[in-house]
């Protein structure tokens, strides 16, 4: 956590509204990248996967407040309430079956990229969740955490209560098994 | 490597590896490309730009995309939809607007204050960079502050308020500081923090003990707006057993009605454009409220 955070959360946390304004910005998309790569697209799109986003900036909003700084950086505080939201929203899913399977194609038109480039960035970003889903659960958020969100491997440590070092080796572990998981099935999906 | 137990001697060439791999996912993790030839990093790499896909517009799929990226509208939206949560205390009933996904009911009370909060932000945009610090009645973001801060805000608000009748009595509009510390005392009553309400009180004892022990002179206009009342007929009351302006009048009241144009929750930023005058204490839209007691529609 730069300093800069840290005393932007601080101010945040003693409700100065230009300071929260602020820290939402900086963090929402991290947040929404979280929330993203755990649910990933229903129906071609994002929609559901942004719907829980918006609940995590809420509920982190609501809690500021309360937020005192025990030395943890703010990210752990953020992305465990992250993480009961997800969890939340995959049991609702499962109840009510409505969390589509990944493949299906994007419903939305997006000026950014080429569509055969994107179609191709889609088709790599869909192969690699699925990849993901053979992680262990722990081994996935460490790949979310870093990759995904973006966070130094001394804050992944913070949110998952685990020590820098583990949190070093642990994505090393889980690379290799990426690596391992990749080879087979590219083998057997040729592109 | 996938099976090795984690243990604290790790061979120098794993150490290698590991920093290799904290090195390359730091890149990834910052959005970077991935290096040539890794296939899972470039996988990673189009994983990530896939979690970024429209980002920025997500939910701003119409005009609004085209606001200043720097008032980001979906921070403007989420702010407002705190403000709107029903367990923050401000209980907005949803109505409609232009639903764009049948999603939660916190997603369409989201929705519904879009614009309004898009407006104030909007509004407050050189406030946003410029004031810094913490919002005060009568700054742009002040409204904000209202309604995610309650309690904050209430003793923002009679600090403010405290402020206000000091610089009354010391120039010695004794009927100012009065009223000023009447409407000091409503708010502090409304604040819970102990620390907070024992430090209000004492500022508001040692404002009222500046004030003398006789009755005052009317004769100053009433600062606020709100309360004409109580300042052309309180003068013979002394001290906290003076009248309160009524029920009307408190900050709790203002929440955005259903049938909202874009303009319901603009009003109170007006308070900051009055320099020189003193800054209503109680916000103004809810002073020009008459009191609708004959208009009420019979009920079929």
Same mark, same amino acid.
């Not at chain 2, 429209?54 to 517009?57: K, R």
């Not at chain 2, 232009?98 to 999603?103: S, V």
């Given at each position: 956590m730069t300093a800069s955070e840290a005393e932007l959360v601080s101010r945040a946390a003693r409700s100065d509204p230009v300071a929260t304004a602020a820290l939402l910005a900086r963090l929402r998309p991290g947040i929404v990248r979280y929330c993203r790569a755990h649910l990933g697209r229903v129906g071609g799109a994002y929609t559901t996967a942004d719907d829980v986003a918006q609940e995590v900036c809420l509920a982190m909003l609501r809690a500021l407040p309360r937020?005192?700084?025990?030395?943890?950086?703010?990210s752990a505080f953020v992305y465990r309430i992250a993480a009961n939201k997800v969890a939340d929203a995959q049991r609702a899913a499962m109840r009510h079956? #409505?969390?589509? /399977?990944?493949?299906?194609?994007?419903d939305r038109a997006d000026a950014a990229p080429g569509p055969e480039q994107q179609a191709v960035t889609t088709d790599d970003a869909r192969r690699l969740s699925l990849l993901l889903g053979q992680l262990s659960p722990t081994h996935r958020e460490i790949v979310v955490l870093r990759v995904? #969100?973006?966070? /130094?491997a001394e804050e992944v440590g913070g949110v998952l209560g685990m020590s820098a070092a583990a949190v070093r080796m642990a994505q090393s572990r889980a690379l290799a098994q990426l690596r391992t998981l990749a080879g087979d099935t590219l083998d057997e999906v040729p592109a | 490597m996938t099976d090795k137990q984690p243990t604290a001697d790790e061979q120098p060439a794993d150490l290698a590896a590991f920093a290799a791999d904290t090195l390359l996912l730091d890149a990834l993790g910052s959005g970077a490309p991935a290096p040539p030839g890794d296939r899972v990093a470039s996988l990673l790499a189009a994983w990530r730009a896939d979690l970024d896909a429209?980002?920025?517009?997500t939910d701003v799929?119409?005009?609004?995309?085209?606001?200043?990226?720097?008032?980001d509208p979906e921070v403007a939206r989420l702010l407002a939809a705190a403000a709107a949560d029903p367990s923050a205390g401000t209980g907005v009933t949803t109505a409609g607007t232009?639903?764009?996904?049948?999603?939660g009911r916190s997603r369409r009370v989201a929705q519904r204050v879009l614009g309004v909060a898009a407006a104030v932000l909007a509004a407050a945009g050189g406030g946003l960079v410029v004031g810094a610090g913490h919002a005060t009645?009568?700054?742009?973001?002040w409204p904000i502050t209202r309604v995610v801060y309650r309690e904050q805000a209430d003793s923002a608000q009679a600090e403010h308020t405290l402020a206000l009748a000091r610089k009354a009595a010391t120039e010695g509009r004794v009927a100012d500081a009065r009223l000023l510390l009447t409407q000091a005392d409503t708010l502090i009553a409304r604040v819970s923090d102990p620390d907070r309400a024992s430090r209000l009180r004492a500022t508001s004892k040692a404002v009222r003990d500046l004030l003398p022990a006789g009755t005052s002179s009317p004769s100053a206009p009433a600062p606020a707006p709100s309360a004409p009342g109580p300042a052309a007929t309180g003068g013979p009351v002394p001290g906290t057993g003076a009248p309160t302006p009524?029920?009307?009048?408190?900050?709790?009241?203002p929440q955005p009605k259903p049938?909202?144009?874009?303009?319901?929750?603009?009003?109170?930023?007006?308070?900051?454009?009055?320099?020189?005058?003193?800054?209503?204490?109680?916000?103004p839209s809810v002073g020009?409220?008459?009191?609708?007691t004959g208009l009420l529609p019979k009920l079929p």
């Open positions: 937020f005192r700084d025990e030395g943890r950086p703010f079956l #409505v969390l589509a /399977p990944v493949e299906t194609v994007p995904a #969100v973006g966070l /130094p | 429209e980002l920025l517009t799929d119409d005009s609004a995309v085209e606001r200043d990226p720097a008032a232009h639903a764009r996904r049948g999603a009645p009568g700054s742009p973001l009524g029920p009307l009048p408190t900050t709790a009241v049938t909202a144009g874009g303009n319901q929750i603009l009003p109170p930023i007006g308070t900051g454009n009055s320099p020189g005058l003193p800054l209503p204490t109680i916000p020009p409220l008459p009191l609708p």
